[in-house]
């Protein structure tokens, strides 16, 4: 029996010729991510093995950037933590205030994964990677602290399921609406501990900002990673960002999955993940009227130029509802830049959104967003658990760039279509 993409990546890192599902293996380790809440866990774990240097200074990255800049002591102490330990070891790869970005947006921006890699990261949606043909997981702090030392992890080969986009989205469709349809028709442990393969001729019609988005999101229906194809689009992204060389590898013909699915992207529609799960999904056509409190628009999931582009081309035509608060999170340095440049940063100000420096402040509840009791939010992030974005009665509504920013000019969960758009 063939071998899966995730499959042939991980036995070239084990150094065997082929490997199984369920199979047990050591594999080299490409890149070790971590950032300032979970990295502080790491390094005090390298303390109790009396470990003190990191296996190669290029090869770890870490990311200042859930509480940063610093919202109070505990968070800058974490931090000052991080600094520490960047500076003894020498980490080429230490991204702090200045030059910060989300790390999910930032790693692929400065050219540090490429095809055919192997990355763990101490966050969960370090499975973001996979776009870029990538094996990419997120892991524990203690798993982070061994890879940082040693350059080595150990996996259980996962088994695979295939989807098979074909067709070309609609206006104003994502790739948020994908993977929040997947999510929703598989459900949050659908894919568990499984590798979400995506082919298919529709992907063409996919942008690297689309493939971020929907293997980001991977791991809310509980996929050890997700990964796509590569393709023309992505050798091109990579030699714009990158020098490193990559590797591109191809599922066989007979390779083995647990399942096929097949999704006719020109059949989606907007789609709006309802309170407390991803997987409670509802299109936008089926929405009765629900008011809103906050929009966020941005974090590792759709804080891209793309979707930056996407909200501005609502917002330069309506204002804002007033009374609504619309929160703008641009997740690097240089998109922000670029959307200052391109004049999205002016359109959301005059619109009445505020916009922020990169952070994940409001993703996690940390923030530059908290929700207060009853409030509702509809956000382009990734989870939407109760209390997720601050009080246990608050809701949040995932959705789109699109629906986000529509929301956010009539205060209610909408789409452009409601608009006129």
């Given at each position: 029996?063939?071998?899966?993409?995730?499959?042939?990546?991980?036995?070239?890192?084990?150094?065997?010729?082929?490997?199984?599902?369920g199979q047990l293996i050591e594999a080299d380790l490409s890149l070790v991510l971590g950032n300032d809440i979970t990295s502080p866990v790491a390094i005090h774990e390298m303390d109790k093995f009396n470990?003190?240097?990191?296996?190669?200074?290029?090869?770890?990255?870490?990311?200042?950037?859930?509480?940063?800049?610093?919202?109070?002591?505990?968070?800058?102490?974490?931090?000052?933590?991080?600094?520490?330990?960047?500076?003894?070891?020498?980490?080429?790869?230490?991204?702090?205030?200045?030059?910060?970005g989300i790390e999910h947006a930032l790693l692929p921006e400065?050219?540090?994964?490429?095809?055919?890699?192997?990355?763990?990261?101490?966050?969960?949606?370090?499975?973001?990677?996979?776009?870029?043909?990538?094996?990419?997981?997120?892991?524990?702090?203690?798993?982070?602290?061994?890879?940082?030392?040693?350059?080595?992890?150990?996996?259980?080969?996962?088994?695979?399921?295939?989807?098979?986009?074909?067709?070309?989205?609609?206006?104003?469709?994502?790739g948020k609406d994908v993977i929040l349809h997947i999510i929703g028709m598989i459900g949050v442990d659908g894919a568990l501990y499984k590798s979400m393969e995506f082919t298919g001729d529709g992907i063409a019609n996919l942008s690297m900002d689309d493939r971020f988005t929907i293997s980001n999101m991977a791991?809310?229906?509980?996929?050890?990673?997700?990964?796509?194809?590569?393709?023309?689009?992505?050798?091109?992204?990579?030699?714009?960002?990158?020098?490193?060389e990559f590797k591109i590898y191809e599922a066989d013909e007979d390779a083995e999955y647990e399942a096929v699915y097949?999704?006719?992207?020109?059949?989606?529609?907007?789609?709006?993940?309802?309170?407390?799960?991803p997987e409670n999904t509802h299109t936008i056509d089926e929405v009765e009227e629900i008011a809103i409190d906050q929009v966020v628009i941005g974090s590792c999931t759709n804080g891209h130029i793309e979707d930056l582009r996407c909200a501005a081309a609502i917002l330069e035509k309506f204002p804002v509802k007033k009374g609504l608060r619309c929160i703008i999170i641009p997740a690097t340095q240089k998109i922000y830049l670029q959307a200052i440049e391109e004049g999205l940063v002016q359109t959301f100000i005059k619109a009445g959104a505020v916009v922020s420096t990169p952070t994940c402040g409001p993703c996690l509840g940390g923030y530059m967003g908290i929700l207060a009791a009853n409030e509702r939010c509809v956000s382009t992030t990734n989870r939407n658990f109760v209390g997720r974005m601050g009080d246990v009665t608050s809701e949040i509504y995932l959705a789109s760039p699109a629906v986000a920013a529509a929301s956010a000019v009539t205060g209610k969960i909408s789409g452009p279509a409601e608009l006129g758009l």
């Open positions: 029996m063939g071998m899966t993409m995730t499959q042939k990546i991980l036995a070239a890192a084990a150094g065997l010729a082929e490997v199984k599902a470990k003190q240097s990191v296996f190669d200074k290029e090869k770890i990255a870490l990311v200042m950037d859930h509480f940063v800049p610093n919202k109070d002591i505990k968070s800058a102490e974490h931090c000052k933590c991080v600094r520490q330990f960047a500076c003894q070891n020498g980490i080429t790869n230490f991204f702090d205030v200045g030059e910060m400065k050219g540090l994964v490429v095809a055919g890699d192997v990355v763990i990261g101490a966050d969960s949606h370090t499975c973001t990677y996979g776009a870029l043909g990538a094996f990419s997981t997120g892991v524990g702090s203690t798993d982070m602290a061994a890879g940082m030392a040693t350059g080595k992890a150990w996996f259980k080969v996962p088994s695979a399921i295939k989807f098979v986009l074909t067709g070309k989205p609609q206006p104003w469709i994502s791991i809310e229906a509980g996929g050890k990673n997700g990964i796509f194809p590569v393709d023309e689009t992505t050798i091109a992204y990579m030699k714009e960002h990158s020098t490193k097949t999704i006719d992207l020109s059949t989606l529609k907007s789609t709006v993940s309802f309170p407390h799960l």
